[in-house]
């Protein structure tokens, strides 16, 4: 019976190996890519000249042990000659080896200290691993923004979600808002992490560099042309490890200013909400102009949109990438009041991003986890003061977000919890109350 079963599990395998080998397999490159900067090149080059190298060492090696073994054996009557202790051969195959040695190290060297020339970059971008999202700081131009897990390739990882993670394009491989970058620019990396180590890994790029909380490790890149490349963190940081995977769109020079100047106007937009009021025109608000879609240079599929949940928030651009922008370490917003509905809207995605894995999308909290709920919770229909205090400073497993998220998206987010899942509590929270209970 076991051995029936077993069998039949095996033949499973072997069909099933067999169907992605006939499959897709011959389309997959058993090499290493190469990549599309000129380190990818430059460890590709290497890569391969170290492995002809080795071709040639081993049809040497092989080469004389086959003849030995086979022409040379002692059946077919050979004598084994004797050359013990014999001084020239002992030189020889230690200065061949050291020869051999030297030839490998000079050009991987090279490498190696190219790879840490960062100097003089055309713009540096900061990005900070958390546990389980990137951020982007795109230092010259003052926004940063976090990268989190798809939406879809989120719903289909739940457990019993129902939901074929075969159906889902990029499944675990895709994020709401890629790292974007210009074609052709020395761009520097300044990778570092908010809570434990992470690694910042793109094959195409040839770069994994550990995020490390306290340090600044350094990379660069020059992306040779335009193309989505996609990576993951790869070191074991969590729970979450696998769900924080990376994406890099890389766009012409100047779809790549296009791209800032959006995330510049809408993050001035955001600061104005004067010109946001909803009930202008009668028509539903817009947060973000249109193009604002992240993922403008690949009309491939889903993400655009994948923030429009179905939930009850009144936004219908669920693209607002304003929503996230923060204006990094500038607290603009920290003076500017808003109204309810950018404060929900923006809450929403800020509650999506952050605190849904643990809460869930529908406020209803984890019992597995002791998370407790939002909805009808004690603390969100309570006295406001207590609620803003304990999202700032955390308690157990829940995080400090004060250390982690700006004041605005405090705000938004507390007034959204305030205002969803049931709870009526009507309070419009202004970042300028976050700022003033830090
Ligand atoms: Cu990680």
Not at 116 to 124: C, F
């Amino acid at each position: 019976m076991l051995q029936k079963n077993f069998k039949k599990a095996l033949r499973g395998v072997i069909a099933s190996s067999l169907a992605l080998i006939s499959g897709s397999a011959f389309a997959i490159d058993l090499n290493m890519p190469v990549g599309v900067t000129p380190m990818s090149h430059d460890v590709y080059d290497l890569h391969m000249y170290v492995f002809w190298v080795c071709v040639g060492i081993g049809i040497v090696v092989f080469g004389l042990m086959l003849i030995s073994i086979i022409w040379h054996r002692k059946a077919a009557g050979y004598q084994p000659a004797q050359f013990h202790e014999n001084t020239a051969i002992e030189v020889i195959w230690t200065i061949i080896p050291f020869i051999i040695l030297i030839a490998l190290a000079i050009p991987a060297s090279k490498v190696l200290v190219d790879m840490t020339n960062t100097s003089d970059p055309d713009m540096s971008i900061k990005i900070e691993g958390y546990q389980w999202k990137w951020q982007y700081d795109y230092l010259q131009n003052g926004f940063s923004y976090f990268s989190t897990l798809a939406t879809d390739s989120n719903a289909a990882s739940q457990l019993d979600s129902g939901i074929n993670p075969i159906s889902v394009p990029h499944y675990l491989r895709d994020v709401d808002h890629p790292m974007v970058v210009p074609t052709g620019k020395k761009i520097r990396l300044l990778i570092t992490a908010n809570d434990v180590i992470h690694s910042w890994w793109v094959e195409d790029f040839a770069v994994k560099v550990d995020a490390i909380p306290g340090f600044v490790n350094q990379a660069w890149i020059k992306v040779d042309k335009p193309g989505t490349y996609r990576g993951s963190c790869s070191q074991l940081c969590g729970r979450g490890h696998a769900f924080m995977p990376i994406v890099v769109v890389a766009e012409s020079w100047s779809d790549y200013q296009k791209w800032v100047a959006a995330m510049q106007t809408s993050h001035g937009a955001f600061i104005n909400p004067a010109t946001l009021q909803p009930e202008q025109n009668g028509s539903p608000v817009v947060y973000a102009p249109a193009e604002l879609n992240f993922n403008a240079p690949t009309p491939a599929p889903t993400q655009a949109t994948a923030t429009a949940t179905p939930a009850a928030a009144p936004s219908p651009t669920p693209g607002s990438a304003a929503a996230e922008v923060k204006p990094a370490g500038k607290p603009v917003v920290a003076g500017k009041s808003w109204t309810m509905a950018v404060a929900m809207v923006r809450g929403k995605q800020v509650f999506d991003a952050n605190c849904a894995a643990c809460h869930m999308a529908d406020g209803k909290g984890n019992p597995a986890m002791a998370v407790p709920a939002i909805a009808a919770g004690p603390i969100p229909n309570g006295p406001l003061a207590a609620h803003i205090s304990l999202v700032l400073h955390g308690k157990g497993i829940m995080p400090a977000w004060g250390n982690i998220l700006d004041d605005a998206d405090l705000a938004a987010v507390i007034t959204y919890e305030r205002n969803s899942f049931g709870n009526h509590q009507g309070d419009l929270v202004q970042p300028a109350q976050i700022k003033a209970a830090r």
